[in-house]
């Protein structure tokens, strides 16, 4: 490695004046970042540089092999279940409101026969993490090592964990995105998931990528452009990716927030729970299932007979988590009341995310505390009928001066009319390597 041939300030100003980073610059930097030569204040400087300025194809190819470099990578293919080698398949989504999806799926896709090693993130910006909300669960713990993974792998057929030693330069330059405001660039979106994925072992990965309000990329060909720039670099580093193009104008579900979305995910475990998260889930599994060879299996199966259920309290105890204990609670709730009878409009996603993040529920310092009853539910869903006075929605927080700002976030967000919003497909595209 040159080591001596390069220093921070040339790096930013580099990108910061519209140049090309080489891919020595880049290797350089990463691994500089990543062992604390490179201070947060400059990679905070070069992240909202390639904000603004963005990276070509090469680059962000370079970024993600640096970002993969700078861990382990874990290799199941030794592991086996009755004899046979596990089938390894994982999901991961852009980033949603309402996106409650990996805590269904996965037992479900463990059910149906697959192993998914999911290497999961915390919040992000105006969306929810799945170790934020699972980690309201009593004594779930997120830090696993990987011989706990691989141990969970060939038992109960999942581990949902912290990244750890995968992509560390991923975890610092997250955490980092998570409070500069850098969080929307396709070139950190794509090489941070696909940094996480390719170095987790899995054979197969679907992607779920966001369209809408709720996106971190609000121009839909954007989004078409983030999910070809993914599914490219699984080709590239020989791991069949697929990619769901999914609506995400309005929050996913009756719930935003941590630990009301993991109630909403027992409740679709349960064989109930809100029809978009059901279609979802059960497309995502099918897609999953289809790419590690076990379609035999119609995953809906799993919730109607339980198999999911009993799958996702296995990972959860196996992880140290007590599905007995009550979830917690918020300390104090509001609700807001509809003021004319009608149905119920569109409710724009990212308004209700950052309602839920003024809540609590996401961080606003790197390695903040999130509040675990933090959170929104919807009562009335888009078309729905409601009546003057009816709850439309409850928020919760520990922290009642939290209520006014999360209240504001939501002015102008939704309304009541006479007749249903036109109804969009959840599914938009499908794209596959
Ligand atoms: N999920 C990630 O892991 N990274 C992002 O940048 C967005 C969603």
């Known amino acids: 490695m040159t080591e001596f041939s390069f220093d921070a300030p040339t790096v930013i100003r580099t990108k910061r004046?519209?140049?090309?980073?080489?891919?020595?610059?880049?290797?350089?930097?990463?691994?500089?970042?990543?062992?604390?030569?490179?201070?947060?204040?400059?990679?905070?400087?070069?992240?909202?540089?390639?904000f603004l300025r963005g990276m070509d194809r090469d680059e962000i190819a370079r970024w993600t092999a640096a970002m993969i470099a700078s861990g382990e990578r874990l290799d199941f293919a030794d592991l086996r279940?009755?004899?046979?080698?596990?089938?390894?398949?994982?999901?991961?989504?852009?980033?949603?409101?309402?996106?409650?999806?990996?805590?269904?799926?996965?037992?479900?896709?463990?059910?149906?026969?697959?192993?998914?090693?999911?290497a999961a993130g915390r919040g992000l910006?105006?969306?929810?993490?799945?170790?934020?909300?699972?980690?309201?669960?009593?004594?779930?713990?997120?830090?696993?090592?990987?011989?706990?993974?691989?141990?969970?792998?060939?038992?109960?057929?999942?581990?949902?964990?912290?990244?750890g030693d995968l992509a560390p330069a991923d975890r610092k330059i997250y955490a980092l995105r998570d409070v500069t405001a850098t969080t929307e660039s396709l070139p950190l979106i794509a090489s941070s998931i696909m940094s996480k994925k390719l170095a987790e072992g899995a054979d197969g990965l679907v992607l779920d990528v966001k369209v809408g309000s709720g996106a971190f990329l609000k121009d839909p060909a954007?989004?078409?452009?983030?999910?070809?720039?993914?599914?490219?670099?699984?080709?590239?580093?020989?791991?069949?990716?697929?990619?769901?193009?999914?609506?995400?104008?309005?929050?996913?579900?009756?719930?935003?927030?941590?630990?009301?979305?993991?109630?909403?995910?027992?409740?679709?475990?349960a064989g109930g729970g809100p029809p978009d998260v059901v279609e979802l889930t059960l497309q995502l599994a099918a897609e999953m299932l289809t790419l590690a060879g076990?379609?035999?299996?119609?995953?809906?199966?799993?919730?109607?007979?339980?198999?999911?259920?009993d799958s996702f309290r296995?990972?959860?105890?196996?992880?140290?988590?007590?599905?007995?204990?009550p979830l917690p609670v918020a300390a104090h709730s509001e609700t807001v009341t509809a003021p004319v009878s009608g149905t119920m409009g569109d409710i724009d996603a990212l308004a209700v995310g950052m309602a839920v993040w003024r809540l609590g529920?996401?961080?606003?310092?790197?390695?903040?505390?999130?509040?675990?009853?933090?959170?929104?539910?919807?009562?009335r869903r888009p078309g729905e009928?409601?009546?003057?006075?009816?709850?439309?929605?409850?928020?919760?927080?520990?922290?009642?001066?939290?209520?006014?700002p999360a209240m504001a976030e939501l002015t102008g967000a939704w309304s009541i009319g006479q007749s249903a919003p036109p109804s969009r497909p959840l599914i938009i595209e499908r794209m596959s390597s």
């Not at 350089?28 to 905070?44: H, L, N, P, S």
């Not at 309201?136 to 993974?149: L, W």
């Open 17 to 50: 004046d519209g140049g090309r980073l080489s891919d020595a610059a880049i290797d350089w930097v990463i691994d500089a970042y990543t062992r604390g030569d490179v201070g947060d204040e400059q990679m905070a400087a070069l992240l909202m540089a390639i």
């Open 81 to 118: 279940r009755d004899g046979q080698p596990l089938r390894l398949v994982d999901k991961h989504s852009t980033g949603g409101v309402g996106d409650k999806l990996t805590i269904p799926l996965v037992p479900v896709v463990a059910a149906c026969g697959a192993a998914v090693p999911q």
């Open 125 to 163: 910006g105006h969306t929810g993490g799945t170790l934020d909300k699972l980690e309201s669960i009593p004594g779930f713990s997120a830090e696993i090592g990987k011989d706990r993974v691989r141990a969970q792998l060939t038992e109960v057929g999942a581990a949902i964990f912290a990244a």
């Open 222 to 269: 954007e989004s078409v452009a983030l999910a070809q720039t993914m599914v490219d670099l699984g080709r590239a580093h020989g791991v069949p990716t697929r990619a769901l193009l999914t609506d995400m104008a309005v929050p996913l579900g009756r719930t935003v927030g941590n630990a009301v979305e993991v109630a909403e995910s027992l409740e679709v475990l």
């Open 294 to 309: 076990l379609d035999a299996r119609d995953p809906a199966d799993s919730l109607r007979d339980g198999t999911a259920m």
């Open 314 to 325: 296995a990972i959860i105890a196996a992880q140290g988590g007590d599905l007995s204990q």
């Open 361 to 379: 529920a996401g961080r606003s310092r790197p390695g903040e505390r999130v509040q675990a009853g933090a959170g929104i539910r919807i009562h």
């Open 385 to 404: 009928p409601v009546a003057a006075g009816e709850a439309v929605f409850t928020l919760y927080t520990d922290t009642p001066n939290r209520f006014a």
